[in-house]
C-alpha cells in the first residue's frame, strides 16, 4: 500500500514536470531589443574609457529623435566635435568636483546618467535659442556642439557655463535646494526676462535669464560663480557692467547677491559636503588649463 | 427543416474548433526575422553598390533637388561628397521602427539642409530647408532605394552610381542642363516701351552661375540675368542631352514681381555640341516699364 502511494505520488509529480514541460518557442532574436548598436569607432573607444568606465555617463552623439522633444529642429554633431567637447567637459567639471569632494566617489554618485549631444543649437519659436536642458536628475543635452572650440575663450567659458548650470539642476533635481532662496528676490521674476532691459545685478540677479525663475536663478548663480571665479565675482559685485555707473556699489543689489550666495553656499556645505569656494578654485584652475591645453 | 440547420451549425462550429493553431502568422516567420531579414537585405544592399550611390535630396522648403554621392560600408561608416567637396566620413545605421530606415546619424553635408542654424542659400534660421536625414525605406533593390524623410516627409532617392560619379562634380542622371554655366547678359532697361525706345539704362554682367536641377522632371534653375539677388530665375526643362528643343519659363518669385503674364520669349536656342543656351526675353515691369534681356550661357 505504502509502495503504491509513493508510486502514485511518483508518476503524478512526473506527469507534471512533463506536462509543464510544454514549452513555446520564444523568439531570442527581436530586433532593437538591448538598445541600437554599431561598429564602434575611436571615439566609441575614447568616450567608453573616459566617460562611460569612469564615471558611468552615457556620452550619446549619434541621432536619436526621441531624446529631443519634437518641435526642435536638430541636426547631430560633427563627430570630430564629441571627443574635445567631452575631454574639456570632463576636465572643467568632472575634475573640480573630484578635487573638492575629495575622489571620485561623488562625481559616480551624483552625475547625470545621459548627456546627450545635439550639432545645432534648439531654437524655439519665440525666437530664443536654449544651449542646454536637464532632466529629471538623469539626463542633460548639450546643444550646438558643432561649433564648439578649445581654442575660443568666450565658447570653452560659455560651454563650462552651460555644464555648471545644467549640472546644478540636476543636483537640484537630487537635493532640493532651501526654499529660503525663492524669497530673495521674490518680485523679480518674470516672464519678460528675454525683454528686460534694467540691469540684473541691480536687481539682485546675475543674468537675465536668472530671472525667469528661482530654479534657473540658482543654476545661473552657481555657475556664474564658478566660471567668474571668486576675485572676479566680488568685483562685478560691485561694478557690474562697467558703463553703467548708476549700477555701482549698489548696497541693496549687493546684499541681495550676497544673500543667495551664502544660501548657495551653505546648501552645498550641507546637502553635499562641498567646500564651494574650494570648488570655485578647483574649476578656475581647470578652465585655465582648458585654455592653456 | 429548423433540426438540419441547428446540425449544420453545430458541425460548422465543430470543424473550425478543432483548429489548434488560431494564433499563428499568415508568415513563415516571425515580425522580427522578417525586419532583421529585411534590414540585413538593405545593408547588404548598400554595401554592395561597388562605386556607390548617388543620392537625389528634394527638402520640403524650395524646389531645388540636392545631390550627394555615398558609399556605405559594413562597419556603419558611410563616405559623402556634395558638388565639388572632397569626401568626409561619418556614420549611418540601419534601425527598425515603424518602417525599415536609414538614419545619417552623424554629420555629413546631407545635414547641412537640415541645420536650423541656417548652413545653405534659402535656409531659414531654426527651420532650415524642412530636410531630413532619418529616412523610411520604402522600397529598395540593387539599383534604386526610395526613401521617405521621417519628420519632414521629404522626397528622397538612392540611385546605384557608375565609377564617373566617384570623382568630380556630383551629377544627378536625368538633368542634362544641371551643372555651371559661363554666362554673359544684357538687360535693356526702356524707360516706358521697346516701341519707344528710349534706353533708360543697360545692365551688363558676365561671370558663372550655376544650374541646381529641380523637383520637376528634367529641369533646373538659373539666375535670370544680374536678378538673381532678388530669387529671379529661369527654369529650363531639357529631356535628353541630344535634344535641341529647350523648354524655358521663370520662376514664382519672378512672376509676382512683374506685371502679370508679361514674360514673353523672343528667342531661344540650346546647341547639344556646345552646350550653348541663348535666350531672349521680355517682361514689363511693375512700373509698367519694358525690359528686353539678351543672355547667352556656355556649359563649362
Given at each position: 500500500m505504502k509502495h503504491l502511494k509513493l508510486f502514485i505520488l511518483t508518476t503524478v509529480i512526473i506527469a507534471g514536470i512533463i506536462s509543464c514541460n510544454n514549452k513555446e518557442k520564444l523568439d531570442p532574436n527581436i530586433t532593437g531589443l538591448g538598445g541600437d548598436s554599431w561598429v564602434p569607432t575611436a571615439v566609441d573607444k575614447w568616450l567608453y574609457d573616459s566617460i562611460v568606465k569612469p564615471y558611468n555617463i552615457e556620452m550619446k552623439y549619434k541621432w536619436d529623435q526621441s531624446e529631443f522633444a519634437m518641435d526642435l529642429v536638430l541636426v547631430p554633431p560633427y563627430e570630430n566635435t564629441v571627443v574635445p567637447v567631452t575631454r574639456d567637459i570632463i576636465s572643467m567639471w568632472i575634475t573640480p568636483y573630484n578635487q573638492a569632494s575629495g575622489d571620485?566617489?561623488?562625481?559616480?554618485?551624483?552625475?547625470?546618467?545621459?548627456?546627450?549631444?545635439?550639432?545645432?543649437?534648439?531654437?524655439?519659436?519665440?525666437?530664443?535659442?536654449?544651449?542646454?536642458?536637464?532632466?529629471?536628475?538623469?539626463?542633460?543635452?548639450?546643444?550646438?556642439?558643432?561649433?564648439?572650440?578649445?581654442?575660443?575663450?568666450?565658447?570653452?567659458?560659455?560651454?563650462?557655463?552651460l555644464i555648471h548650470?545644467?549640472?546644478?539642476?540636476?543636483?537640484?533635481?537630487?537635493?532640493?535646494?532651501?526654499?529660503?532662496?525663492?524669497?530673495?528676490?521674490?518680485?523679480?521674476y518674470t516672464g519678460n526676462w528675454t525683454v528686460a532691459e534694467e540691469n540684473p545685478w541691480t536687481l539682485g540677479f546675475v543674468t537675465n535669464y536668472a530671472r525667469k525663475e528661482p530654479g534657473e536663478d540658482i543654476a545661473e548663480l552657481v555657475s556664474t560663480m564658478l566660471v567668474m571665479g571668486r576675485t572676479r565675482y566680488d568685483s562685478t559685485l560691485y561694478h557690474p557692467f562697467p558703463g553703467d555707473r548708476q549700477a555701482w556699489n549698489d548696497p541693496n543689489a549687493i546684499q541681495l547677491l550676497r544673500t543667495k550666495e551664502k544660501i548657495v553656499v551653505d546648501y552645498f556645505r550641507e546637502s553635499y559636503n562641498i567646500d564651494f569656494y574650494d570648488l570655485q578654485t578647483k574649476v578656475q584652475q581647470q578652465i585655465y588649463k582648458t585654455l592653456h591645453q | 427543416m429548423k433540426k438540419y440547420l441547428a446540425y449544420t451549425l453545430l458541425i460548422a462550429m465543430m470543424a473550425p474548433s478543432c483548429k489548434k493553431d488560431l494564433h499563428s502568422s499568415v508568415f513563415d516567420e516571425s515580425t522580427d526575422q522578417r525586419l532583421n531579414a529585411i534590414l540585413a537585405k538593405y545593408q547588404s544592399t548598400l554595401v554592395a553598390a561597388p562605386y556607390g550611390w548617388v543620392a537625389a535630396v528634394a527638402p520640403a522648403a524650395g524646389d531645388e533637388v540636392y545631390t550627394y554621392w555615398f558609399k556605405f560600408n559594413d562597419s556603419n561608416r558611410v563616405s559623402s561628397r556634395w558638388l565639388d567637396k572632397p569626401a568626409v566620413g561619418?556614420?549611418?545605421?540601419?534601425?527598425?521602427?515603424?518602417?525599415?530606415?536609414?538614419?545619417?546619424?552623424?554629420?555629413?553635408?546631407?545635414?547641412?539642409?537640415?541645420?536650423?542654424?541656417?548652413?545653405?542659400?534659402?535656409?531659414?534660421?531654426?527651420?532650415?530647408?524642412?530636410?531630413?536625414?532619418?529616412?523610411?525605406?520604402?522600397?529598395?533593390?540593387?539599383?534604386?532605394?526610395?526613401?521617405?524623410?521621417?519628420?519632414?516627409?521629404?522626397?528622397?532617392?538612392?540611385?546605384?552610381?557608375?565609377?564617373?560619379?566617384?570623382?568630380?562634380?556630383?551629377?544627378?542622371?536625368?538633368?542634362?542642363?544641371?551643372?555651371n554655366f559661363k554666362y554673359t547678359s544684357v538687360r535693356t532697361l526702356y524707360t516706358t516701351t521697346q516701341a519707344a525706345g528710349v534706353v533708360a539704362s543697360v545692365s551688363r554682367t558676365n561671370g558663372v552661375k550655376t544650374a541646381p536641377p529641380l523637383k520637376y522632371d528634367a529641369t533646373v534653375s538659373i539666375d535670370y540675368s544680374d536678378l538673381g539677388a532678388s530669387v529671379w530665375k529661369y527654369y529650363?526643362?531639357?529631356?535628353?542631352?541630344?535634344?535641341?528643343?529647350?523648354?524655358?519659363?521663370?520662376?514664382?518669385?519672378?512672376?509676382?514681381?512683374?506685371?502679370?503674364?508679361?514674360?514673353?520669349?523672343?528667342?531661344?536656342?540650346?546647341?547639344?555640341?556646345?552646350?550653348?543656351?541663348?535666350?531672349?526675353?521680355?517682361?514689363?515691369?511693375?512700373?509698367?516699364?519694358?525690359?528686353?534681356?539678351e543672355e547667352t550661357f556656355i556649359r563649362q
Amino acid at each position: 500500500m505504502k509502495h503504491l502511494k509513493l508510486f502514485i505520488l511518483t508518476t503524478v509529480i512526473i506527469a507534471g514536470i512533463i506536462s509543464c514541460n510544454n514549452k513555446e518557442k520564444l523568439d531570442p532574436n527581436i530586433t532593437g531589443l538591448g538598445g541600437d548598436s554599431w561598429v564602434p569607432t575611436a571615439v566609441d573607444k575614447w568616450l567608453y574609457d573616459s566617460i562611460v568606465k569612469p564615471y558611468n555617463i552615457e556620452m550619446k552623439y549619434k541621432w536619436d529623435q526621441s531624446e529631443f522633444a519634437m518641435d526642435l529642429v536638430l541636426v547631430p554633431p560633427y563627430e570630430n566635435t564629441v571627443v574635445p567637447v567631452t575631454r574639456d567637459i570632463i576636465s572643467m567639471w568632472i575634475t573640480p568636483y573630484n578635487q573638492a569632494s575629495g575622489d571620485t566617489t561623488f562625481m559616480k554618485r551624483n552625475t547625470p546618467k545621459q548627456i546627450m549631444l545635439s550639432g545645432s543649437i534648439a531654437l524655439q519659436t519665440n525666437g530664443n535659442a536654449v544651449a542646454g536642458l536637464a532632466e529629471g536628475g538623469l539626463k542633460i543635452l548639450l546643444f550646438g556642439i558643432n561649433s564648439y572650440s578649445s581654442k575660443d575663450s568666450f565658447r570653452v567659458a560659455d560651454m563650462a557655463h552651460l555644464i555648471h548650470h545644467e549640472y546644478t539642476h540636476i543636483l537640484n533635481q537630487k537635493k532640493n535646494y532651501p526654499i529660503e532662496f525663492n524669497k530673495v528676490t521674490p518680485d523679480g521674476y518674470t516672464g519678460n526676462w528675454t525683454v528686460a532691459e534694467e540691469n540684473p545685478w541691480t536687481l539682485g540677479f546675475v543674468t537675465n535669464y536668472a530671472r525667469k525663475e528661482p530654479g534657473e536663478d540658482i543654476a545661473e548663480l552657481v555657475s556664474t560663480m564658478l566660471v567668474m571665479g571668486r576675485t572676479r565675482y566680488d568685483s562685478t559685485l560691485y561694478h557690474p557692467f562697467p558703463g553703467d555707473r548708476q549700477a555701482w556699489n549698489d548696497p541693496n543689489a549687493i546684499q541681495l547677491l550676497r544673500t543667495k550666495e551664502k544660501i548657495v553656499v551653505d546648501y552645498f556645505r550641507e546637502s553635499y559636503n562641498i567646500d564651494f569656494y574650494d570648488l570655485q578654485t578647483k574649476v578656475q584652475q581647470q578652465i585655465y588649463k582648458t585654455l592653456h591645453q | 427543416m429548423k433540426k438540419y440547420l441547428a446540425y449544420t451549425l453545430l458541425i460548422a462550429m465543430m470543424a473550425p474548433s478543432c483548429k489548434k493553431d488560431l494564433h499563428s502568422s499568415v508568415f513563415d516567420e516571425s515580425t522580427d526575422q522578417r525586419l532583421n531579414a529585411i534590414l540585413a537585405k538593405y545593408q547588404s544592399t548598400l554595401v554592395a553598390a561597388p562605386y556607390g550611390w548617388v543620392a537625389a535630396v528634394a527638402p520640403a522648403a524650395g524646389d531645388e533637388v540636392y545631390t550627394y554621392w555615398f558609399k556605405f560600408n559594413d562597419s556603419n561608416r558611410v563616405s559623402s561628397r556634395w558638388l565639388d567637396k572632397p569626401a568626409v566620413g561619418s556614420s549611418y545605421r540601419l534601425k527598425a521602427l515603424q518602417q525599415p530606415e536609414l538614419i545619417f546619424d552623424t554629420y555629413t553635408y546631407l545635414h547641412l539642409l537640415a541645420d536650423a542654424e541656417g548652413k545653405v542659400p534659402g535656409a531659414k534660421t531654426g527651420v532650415g530647408l524642412q530636410s531630413d536625414f532619418e529616412f523610411e525605406i520604402l522600397s529598395g533593390t540593387a539599383d534604386s532605394f526610395v526613401l521617405k524623410g521621417k519628420y519632414n516627409g521629404i522626397d528622397a532617392k538612392l540611385l546605384k552610381a557608375a565609377a564617373k560619379d566617384t570623382t568630380g562634380n556630383v551629377v544627378l542622371p536625368g538633368y542634362p542642363l544641371a551643372g555651371n554655366f559661363k554666362y554673359t547678359s544684357v538687360r535693356t532697361l526702356y524707360t516706358t516701351t521697346q516701341a519707344a525706345g528710349v534706353v533708360a539704362s543697360v545692365s551688363r554682367t558676365n561671370g558663372v552661375k550655376t544650374a541646381p536641377p529641380l523637383k520637376y522632371d528634367a529641369t533646373v534653375s538659373i539666375d535670370y540675368s544680374d536678378l538673381g539677388a532678388s530669387v529671379w530665375k529661369y527654369y529650363l526643362t531639357l529631356k535628353n542631352i541630344t535634344d535641341t528643343d529647350i523648354a524655358v519659363d521663370i520662376n514664382p518669385v519672378m512672376k509676382s514681381g512683374i506685371k502679370q503674364g508679361s514674360f514673353k520669349i523672343l528667342e531661344k536656342s540650346y546647341d547639344p555640341v556646345s552646350g550653348r543656351i541663348y535666350l531672349k526675353t521680355f517682361y514689363t515691369n511693375s512700373a509698367g516699364a519694358e525690359r528686353v534681356t539678351e543672355e547667352t550661357f556656355i556649359r563649362q
